[in-house]
Structure formats: C-alpha cells, structure tokens
C-alpha cells in the first residue's frame, strides 16, 4: 500500500532513542537522555521579547517563501560580520530549520543515480535526504585516530564521473570534530579540479566552537559557487523548537529551492523568523552565549574525564558541538550472562534496559564502532549517567 519511496527511508534513530526513553519514563523508570542533540538551555529572553513583539504587530499572516526580506538583510549582515562572505539576499532561503534546507538542496540539485559523498560519521538524515532524492550515498570512512576528519586523497579517491554533491558538518555531529582553515583550503583546492561538484557546508554548530573562529570553506573563491552553507539558529541560541534554518547560495540554488519550498511548506513561521532576526543580528558574543559556552567545555572537559576512566574506550577528543563519539569495539562479544553485546546497537540498549542512559548507536552515522554521547545536559546528569554506564560495563565478561 505505501510507496517504494518510504518503505525504503529509515527511522532517525536519534528521534526513535528519544521515543524510547518517554516510553521508559512514562512507567516511572529514572531516564537520563543522552541520545539528543538539544541544549538544555532555554531561549535567551531578548529573543523571546523579539518573538511576543512580533505577535503584538500582528506578524500572524504567510511570510514570503524565502523568507522575510529583512530576515535575510540580517542574515547577509551575519555572515559578512562573523565569517567575511559576501551575499545578497537574493541568495538566502529561510526554511522550518536547518535539515529542511540540506532537503531543499539535495532534491533541487541531486538525479536520481546521481553520487553523493558522505564522510563517515555524518549527521544521521544525510543518507536518509539522499534516498529519498534517489542518489546514491557514496561513504568516505575515517578514523578515531585522525579525529575523523576526511583527506582530499580520499574525497578524490571517491570522486566518479556521477558524483554531484559532498555533504559535511563543522563543527560535526556526531563526532564534534572542526576542521581548521588549513584543512579546509587543502579540501577546497581539490575539489576546485572537479567543478561539477557541489559541496554543502553544514555550520548549524558554528557558536559552540571551543578552539577559536569558525572557519567556513565558503571563504575559498575558487569554490565559492559551488558551496551551498547551512546554517540556523537551533543549536547556538538554544532555539531547537522555532525551526528556523537557512542556506547561503548561488542566486540559481536559492531560486531552486525557493522554487520547491514554495510547493511544500512555504514561508517559515513568522514569528519564529521575528525571532531569528534577533538572536542573529545580535552581538554572537552576548553573555547569554558565552554562558552556553561555557557551559559546554566544562561538561566536555567533565565527559572526557569521566569516559577516560572506563578501561576499553576509546575516546576521540572533540573541538566543538556538544558530543562525544568512543569506539566502543572492545566490548563487542561481551555477556553478562542475560545479554550478550554484539554491536554497538546493543550496547546501546543494554545501556537503556539496564540502567536507564539513553545513548545512539554509530550505526546511524556510518561508524559501527561507536556509540554517540550528547553532553547538552546537567554535569549531575553526567556525573549519574557515566556512573551507571560504568559499573554496568564491569558486569560484561
């Protein structure tokens, strides 16, 4: 009855942990969720006061498609302050947040058979986005060791005669590696060879950089044009629920895109766009975000600590976003005489049925070694949740 299309699409399995732990919760059992990539934090109250403005002015009607035209003027303002780029508004689409802007430009750019390269770990909708544009996910693995970061000997090993796009995260989810400006330029010089391709730069984690400026490969002319950047406002200001994300593109992708989000959702919301105006034509160096900041290197600081102590992981030392990603093969083949641990995907409800720490199974972005940690939660939270998984990872043998 239902189409091939979503027979074929995957569960997110970060949404599908979460629905697990309110399921656990609902029966009284004492979840700690690290499976979500949400802060904790609430709205700053000048972006709240933004929003409640915007209903008293009666900003309740369609907004344009692509957003309103001084959401966009702020957006070009951002990105010329921040990260020195050059745009117009006729360049900025404004969509229900970030994933359904990577939506918007793989289904505007991506032929069905068409290749698509995903350095391993990705953002776990990647795969999912270009299944549905009927691509074909080419996987670039990496290594714990290099803080899995990908080298442009291996994007040009993966590059063929079909592929169209390569899609990254920096900071990423879920490893929180950053790229640096140097590795960046190396990427960006190699794929400047290969002009049919295009690149999306997924910044959504841009404030929550914990080794100094955000570097953008948006910055290297030679590529510029072909560069489509993601970004919002979900992570960095604590807005996950006002869905606001946005692209930064040649005049031809956004009138694309403007073109396919006018057929499926329009414009954002409107007082969600009022908002954003303001959290993003703010100073990005408020007090209300460096307190966010800093709250998570010390809980990343804390988690690595914590983790360090556990004997069999392996830890990767991330430089943004707010998770951690250790390989956790050395427990594979373990049994505390109920369960037996296999993958990762099992540890991961072992964890949950056990003891009640919601995590994601690497499986999900690419790496079968890995489990993800989200530390966007109390340091009691931490303290209690590596607690658990620690004495119960004693009773595998």
């Known amino acids: 009855m239902l189409s091939n299309r979503i027979n074929q699409l995957s569960e997110s399995e970060t949404l599908a942990m979460s629905r697990k732990c309110r399921e656990l919760k609902a029966i009284g059992k004492n979840v700690i969720n690290l499976s979500l990539g949400e802060p904790d934090f609430n709205t700053p109250d000048y972006i709240k006061n933004a929003a409640k403005k915007a209903i008293d002015e009666n900003f309740t009607f369609y907004s344009p498609v692509a957003g309103y035209a001084d959401l966009r003027e702020a957006i070009c303002k951002k990105l010329k302050r921040d990260n020195n780029l050059d745009y117009t508004c006729d360049q900025i689409v404004v969509s229900t947040g970030a994933k359904q802007s990577i939506a918007n430009v793989v289904l505007s750019l991506v032929n069905p058979g068409e290749e698509v390269i995903l350095p391993a770990p990705y953002w776990v909708s990647y795969k999912e986005i270009v299944k549905v544009a009927e691509g074909k996910a080419v996987f670039i693995p990496t290594k714990i060791e290099q803080e899995f970061k990908v080298t442009p000997a291996q994007i040009e090993a993966a590059i063929t005669p079909k592929t169209k796009l390569i899609i990254f995260s920096s900071p990423c989810n879920p490893t929180g590696s950053v790229y640096t400006k140097e590795e960046l330029k190396r990427i960006a010089e190699l794929l400047g060879k290969y002009p049919a391709v295009y690149i999306i730069a997924d910044e959504i984690y841009e404030h929550i ?189």
């Open 209 to 397: 950089n914990f080794i100094g400026k955000h570097e953008s490969i948006a910055q290297f002319d030679s590529i510029k044009e072909h560069v489509i950047l993601v970004n919002g406002v979900s992570k960095g200001f604590a807005m996950t629920g006002w869905r606001i994300g946005y692209i930064a593109a040649t005049k031809k992708i956004a009138q694309a895109c403007d073109k396919l989000q006018g057929q499926f959702t329009s414009g954002a919301s409107s007082i969600a766009q009022k908002a954003a105006q303001e959290a993003i034509g703010s100073d990005p160096d408020t007090a209300e975000l460096r307190t966010m900041k800093k709250a998570f290197l010390e809980r990343r600081d804390l988690m690595l600590k914590l983790l360090g102590e556990i004997p069999g992981l392996k830890l990767n030392h991330p430089d943004g976003a707010f998770y951690i990603f250790p390989d956790v093969s050395s427990y594979f083949g373990k049994s505390d005489g109920t369960n037996t641990v296999t993958n990762a995907s099992d540890l991961c409800m072992f964890f949950l049925n056990t003891v009640y720490v919601a995590t994601v199974p690497g499986d999900a972005f690419g790496d079968p070694n890995c489990i993800r940690f989200s530390y966007a939660t109390s340091k009691e939270n931490l303290i209690e949740a590596v607690k658990r998984i620690k004495n119960v990872l004693e009773t595998l043998k």
